[in-house]
């Protein structure tokens, strides 16, 4: 059988930073394949439009209204093929699989490609982490379209006579975009915060809104307004198979540790069936019995944890429950073990303090 042709598609603004490395992952990954790169700006003015009309194969020009999806319809009008994979500019291919996105194509013609993102964020004292998701990128233009003015996302044409329904695409990005001072992060939770609300008064209740305002909100140091409305989200009983249902879940325990709301959180307990698969909730759950003093329980969570493969943050089954579990140890008087903890850590930093402080003793 013949090969689909596919459009790779994004939206740009001020993005000379990443825009040369960016299509330029994409001819890397793709080479001696039939892909077409397709950027729409919207309103770069520090040479973005140059380095796009140098590189890509299609350029466009969306003047900008404070909706996101807008922008994301436009450039899906720009392109020639039917199957669209839909990136960022601050999102790099590492890795791409042609056949099995042929074999998607093929096997799933009516269903939307999720793509393994990995995403690079700095805490507030400048310390680097990744956590990983998987976001729907990859369909059919003709059958889906994007919804929602901020953290847009993808949803059946009112016309197609399709159901949402997704699969994994064998395709991986290096995500740059959270990498940011904290200034910056502070800058853009602001604006997203602003869309987020607005986009809530016209549809009121929408869980995944709900969830991304008190995403803005955690990052703009707002734990009880963020708290709230996570609550709004979990109390709209959303479906906890999507990924951000897990992530909302993961991010609602850590808000009332914060808060130091600990009994409150050990209400999360409740929700083992459908989240224990996922290596943060199991590692929450092991911070919410430590900080409520059962000790046993935070071990025997912590220690499941080790053996998920499931994991949104990078060390959410591996050196982070085992740096607690040598914290637990320690506590216990067992310092032998807390030892041998805080050595399976590899090079993670608390723990490697760890070990240099029960060297001085």
Known sequence: MKDVPISVVAISKNENENIRRFITSIRDAFSGHPVEIVVDDTGSDDGTREVIGELADVTGDFKWVSDFSKARNHS??????????????????????????????????????????????????????????????????????????????????????????????????????YALSPEKMREKAERDLELLLKELEQTPGDPYICFQIGQSMSVLGDKAGAADFYEMAINADPDPRLEYVQMLIVAYGYTLTDLGRNEDALSLAALYEEFGGVADYVCLMGLIYLRNGMLEDAVREYERACGIVKSFSEGANTYIPRYNLGIIREMSGNVREAEKMYRACGEYGPALNRLKLLKQR
């Open 76 to 177: 899906l009008s720009l392109v020639s093929n039917k199957w669209v994979l839909v990136l960022d500019c601050d999102e790099f291919v590492t890795y791409a699989y042609w056949n099995g996105l042929q074999r998607f194509i093929q096997e799933n013609p009516r269903a939307v490609g999720r793509l393994e993102r990995k995403n690079r964020t700095v805490d507030e004292k400048g310390t680097p982490s990744i956590y990983r998701d998987e976001v729907e990128r990859f369909f059919d233009r003709n059958l889906y379209h994007y919804t929602g003015s901020i953290h847009e996302q993808v949803r059946p044409r009112d016309d197609a006579g399709v159901s949402m329904s997704w699969g994994k695409i064998p395709l991986t990005v290096d995500h740059v975009g």
